[in-house]
């Protein structure tokens, strides 16, 4: 049914191709009908086309991507960990793609390196401690601003003193999208903690970019999976990613949990349609396995390439202790995954 205002499919068309043309975008162009997906063309009225063509020309239309938000800036955490090479290429990945700029965040705490020097509490650095720290810093620079120079993309980089976490945070506000990796399981405090993907997740406004150790590569233009649950937490992740989604070859919203907390999957799907994002719903049964287990599962099937996911629907302490999809999630995905709360 055509909105108020257009009497019919062509004059809704013939709008959309007078739009397209004021705005310096291509002849063709694509409106949502009652009949389905369209194409308004300025010479031939309305054309059926294929949700692949449809994508290809809404990537072509620089004009369109620029009303769009990207990931124009990427925040990446630097430190020499069994992560760094597979966050790294991630980070490449999607500056590249989306022609933005990649800020390399080098945050180093003193705490490992500190030595109480006497009865009393004094504490001090040792010169070569301080020196070693130093000359670690300068060599992972030198690695990864070749590598980026090899990979032609545009870079910053920041060295602070501090927590990861504090820094991360800190140097996030302006950042669309943060780098980080799966924490290893000996950085876990208590059985079910992910320090510094917990501590980020909750502390900033940007989407993180979970990437696992030893998992599955990302791939910015491979299909992707939504965890859904209807939550304003699922809602707000799905808002920060909807540069992405629109990039991913296939789109598909997964339910498991039988609770039903807002927004129906169908909504969500006629909601992404709005913004040129064409998604299927799909509901994937538990049977005997978590929820963190049953949404794996649905993205191995479906062959995704990550999982958007709304962070800690309930506090982070109650995950923390007693569990929670998230902190599972976190824990252990092999797939990348798309975190906002």
Not at 60 to 89: C, E, F, I, W
Not at 316 to 323: K, M, N, S, V
Request: aromatic share 4%.
């Amino acid at each position: 049914m055509a909105r108020e205002g257009l009497h019919s499919s062509n004059e809704i068309a013939k709008g959309a191709a007078e739009k397209c043309k004021s705005r310096g975008l291509p002849a063709s162009f694509w409106i949502r009908s009652s009949r389905g997906e369209r194409k308004a063309s300025a010479k031939s009225g309305l054309i059926c086309v294929t949700p692949a063509e449809r994508r290809a020309a809404c990537r072509s239309s620089q004009g369109y991507r620029k009303g769009m938000r990207q990931m124009k800036t990427v925040l990446l955490h630097v430190n020499r960990d069994a992560g760094q090479v597979s966050r790294l290429a991630a980070a490449i990945d999607l500056v590249r793609d989306h022609k933005g700029l990649l800020i390399c965040l080098q945050a180093t705490s003193w705490n490992s390196y500190v030595f109480i020097g006497d009865p009393y509490g004094a504490s001090y650095i040792s010169p070569e401690a301080l020196q070693s720290v130093r000359d670690a810093e300068n060599e992972d620079r030198q690695l990864i601003e070749s590598r980026l120079a090899q990979e032609g993309v545009e870079w910053e980089w920041r060295r602070v003193e501090g927590s990861a976490g504090q820094a991360l945070a800190a140097h996030a506000t302006l950042a669309d999208l943060v780098v980080i990796s799966q924490p290893e399981q000996k950085d876990a405090v208590l059985p079910r903690a992910a320090p510094l993907a917990a501590d980020l997740v909750v502390h900033i406004q940007s989407p993180s970019l979970v990437v696992p150790l030893g998992g599955k590569r990302f791939a910015p233009r491979g299909n992707a999976i939504i965890a859904w649950n209807g939550s304003a937490e699922a809602g707000h992740a799905v808002r920060l990613s909807r540069s992405l989604l629109r990039d991913a070859a296939e789109v598909h919203i997964v339910t498991v949990s039988e609770d039903k907390e807002g927004s129906s999957p169908d909504e969500l799907a006629q909601y992404l349609a709005r913004h040129g994002i064409e998604a299927q719903a799909r509901r994937q049964p538990a049977d005997d396995a978590s929820i963190a287990e049953a949404l794996v599962a649905a993205a191995n099937d479906l062959g995704a390439a990550y999982i958007v996911l709304g962070a800690y629907g309930h506090s982070r302490i109650r995950e923390t202790i007693l569990g929670g999809v998230t902190q599972e999630m976190i824990l252990q995905s092999p797939i990348p995954m798309i975190l906002a709360h």
